[in-house]
């Protein structure tokens, strides 16, 4: 089974304050059970 998770930012401006905490948090799922892994691609 595979699923598909999706970030858009609200405002623009403030992308890369908050991109650190979202890769964070994208980042800790690689120690879930079942997770293979992630790929961050910005667009």
Do not use: C, N, S
């Not at 089974?1 to 690689?30: C, G, N, S, V, W």
């Amino acid at each position: 089974m595979k699923h598909y998770i999706i970030a858009k930012f609200k405002d623009r401006e403030d992308t890369e304050r908050l991109l650190p905490e979202i890769k964070a948090l994208f980042q800790k799922a690689q120690d879930l059970k079942g997770v293979e892994g992630y790929l961050w691609r910005q667009a």
